[in-house]
């Protein structure tokens, strides 16, 4: 059974950081790729970043930069690190699994997700 776990999420200032993990299980983890999305209240699910199993990523552009995403495959986590945070970060973060190894592959499964609230 595929379980991805978030946590990490809190309350941040303005330019400054967190550090999101996804502890995943149930599946060769590896062999796939893995991205974190976010969704704002009132707003649309975004894909904030992605990784394929060869480790080459994708960001989108609002988060270039700032944010980074890497993945350790024999802890099967993936990690989002989170700096210069803005408000407009606030949201509630969840980690993906793609059905491929590759970030263009369509996802299957997401995780309950971690709130990120970026406020002075």
């Known amino acids: 059974q595929v379980q991805l776990v978030e946590s990490g999420g809190g309350l941040a200032q303005p330019g400054g950081s967190l550090r999101l993990s996804c502890l995943a299980s149930?599946?060769?983890?590896?062999?796939?790729?893995m991205s974190w999305a976010r969704q704002a209240p009132g707003k649309r699910p975004e894909r904030v970043a992605g990784?394929?199993?060869?480790?080459?990523?994708y960001y989108t552009n609002s988060v270039k930069g700032r944010f980074t995403i890497s993945r350790d495959n024999a802890e099967k986590i993936v990690y989002l690190q989170m700096n210069s945070l803005k408000p407009e970060d606030t949201a509630l973060y969840f980690c993906?699994?793609?059905?491929?190894?590759?970030?263009?592959?369509?996802?299957?499964?997401r995780g309950q997700g971690t709130q990120v609230t970026v406020s002075s």
């Open positions: 993906l699994k793609h059905r491929g190894w590759g970030t263009d592959d369509p996802s299957d499964y």
């Open positions: 149930g599946f060769t983890f590896s062999a796939y790729a």
């Open positions: 990784i394929a199993n060869d480790s080459s990523t």
